[in-house]
């Protein structure tokens, strides 16, 4: 009944025809253009946004690869995250202030500087741990072109697999915006993936078990749960290889695993208390769930985790991808579980958690990237078939036809994904750093200028341009109060900047910080708006009051003052 139901299948949705010989250098060349220009957008991006950071995980790898560069103490003092994207953050943090090592700066000073908020104080130190986790992810997308033309055994996929990952605003969004653990657990689960799909094709105890098993130690390195990715070397080593060998080919893979996760993360044994109670917290912590964002095990956690690919994907997306799915387990069913068995392992490790962040699936992008390019391939294959079999179509167009099905086929496919591209390639600017571009060209420099504490504002720059400044805290003082204070001082005119209020969801105390947030609000009336910038409300109740940068803020003069 199976076989039956299989060749039912693969009459319907047909794969394209295995292609065992070289790849066509010309697809190459393509998956290294666009891989550059992935990269190229991520260092564009990061550049628009220093030396301001936007999330405050952040903190967690930068305040100990700070430690790590300054007093070369390598402990990583908790293990609440693992401890390689530290590591790997405090190597380019190293880079970056041997670098900028000709740069002027009193003696004694820390070479790394303030590494948090509210701004950078040498961007370029930080701005090479961020440049280096961007081409991880650089590198997340190439291994997933070569795991998806290893599972398919067809060469476009080489390159469609990796345009849809680039397409993911998740994975996107993660892989530029600040030093985040999981792109870095994609980028060695995607190699793992890659590593074993290779594998399957020369079966041996090195390329089935002890090169992903080594990816897989590295994932769990930085990011516990992705060490899960072991599964897919596992599961390959029992169906490719001779009976004899299967058991020791995946105790291979685990101790592959094992010794680079060990290599990767040494206090793990050197101070195995520590690490042992770090991680039995935090997995107290994803069971218990975290303050709004928690829901109940089971059935709520498998939708939120749907609701998220459907967000990134659309209906068409996640029916390409159960296309490509269904397709694929026709044709190849023991490939086809060597792929979806780390999505199944992760996913019942989540499933039972009441902790959810859609971070956490990032590192199954990259393999349903590769369904979803099956499931493209599939209905090209189906439509050019229908075409080519139709009268109807002028022989004249017929050479056409494959561009433009293709073209049909991702516009209909991908059109979820698709329209985030604009976003992607429209570098992101701090709205800080528009204020200062439209200061140098609009406001002369014998202006004085009200600046809020809370903004965050280097200002390093203006103070090299010789404007006045008077930096004030205007949640403690009130706007009128602090600028008015500054103009009956002051002979010229005077500008403030003036944030836009907004408070944050908290247990406790949210109904008298949205009262806060309005009577600030309400105090601009006096105030002539002379330009815009941001989106972001700056925050009246939080440790941190742009915690996402571009906050949103006016620079507007004063109608009167207290003088007149």
Known sequence: ?????????????????????????????????????ALWIRLAHIAGTLPYPRHIDEVRITARAHGMVTTGEY???????????????????????????????????????????????????IGAARRL????SVVALGATGVAAW???????????????????????????EYLNVDVVAACFAALGLAACLHGTRRPSVATLAIVPGICAGLAAASKYPSGLVLAP??????????????????????????????????????????FLGDLFAEAGRYAGGVARYADDPGLPQLAFYGRHFLGQLGWTGLLAAGVGLAAAAAADWRRTLV??????????????????????????H????????GGLAVAHGRLMQALERSARTPARLRPLLPGAVWLAVCGVGLATPLAHLPDQTRATVDSRREALAWLDRRLPTYWTLVVPAELGIDLRELQRRGYPLHVVDYRSLGTLAAVDAVAGRTRGPVAAFLPRWG????????????????????????????????????????????????PAFSIAARSTTPRE
């Open 1 to 37: 009944m199976l076989s039956e139901a299989a060749l039912i299948v693969r009459r319907i949705l047909p794969l394209p025809r295995p292609d065992g010989s070289r790849l066509p250098r010309r697809l190459v060349l393509l998956l290294a253009v666009l891989c550059l220009a």
């Open 75 to 125: 402990h990583p003092v908790d293990f609440i995250y693992p401890a390689l994207p530290r590591y790997l953050a405090a190597a380019a943090m190293a880079a970056g202030v041997a670098w900028t090592s000709g740069e002027t700066q009193p003696a004694g000073t820390d070479p790394v500087g303030l590494w948090t908020y509210p701004h950078y104080e040498r961007p370029a130190v």
């Open 133 to 136: 986790f961007a081409l991880l």
């Open 150 to 176: 290893r599972f398919l055994q067809w060469p476009g996929a080489l390159l469609l697999a990796p345009l849809v990952l680039a397409t993911s605003r998740l994975f996107f969004t993660h892989s530029w």
């Open 233 to 274: 070397a596992v599961v390959a080593s029992v169906l490719y290889l001779e009976p004899g060998r299967r058991l020791a080919a995946a105790a291979a893979a685990a101790a592959a695993a094992a010794a680079a996760f060990v290599a990767a993360v040494p206090h793990s044994v050197l101070d195995h208390p520590r």
């Open 339 to 364: 792929l979806v068995s780390f999505p199944l392992a992760l996913l019942a490790l989540l499933t039972p958690q009441r902790a959810q962040f859609a971070r956490n699936v990032l590192p199954l």
């Open 366 to 373: 990259p393999f349903v990237a590769v369904l979803v390019a």
């Open 503 to 550: 408070h944050a969801e908290q247990p406790e105390g949210t109904a008298a910080a949205a009262r806060r947030a309005d009577e600030l609000n309400r105090t601009v009336s006096p105030f002539v708006p002379l330009a815009w910038f941001g989106h972001n409300p700056v925050l009246v109740n939080y440790p941190f009051p742009v915690p996402w940068g571009g």
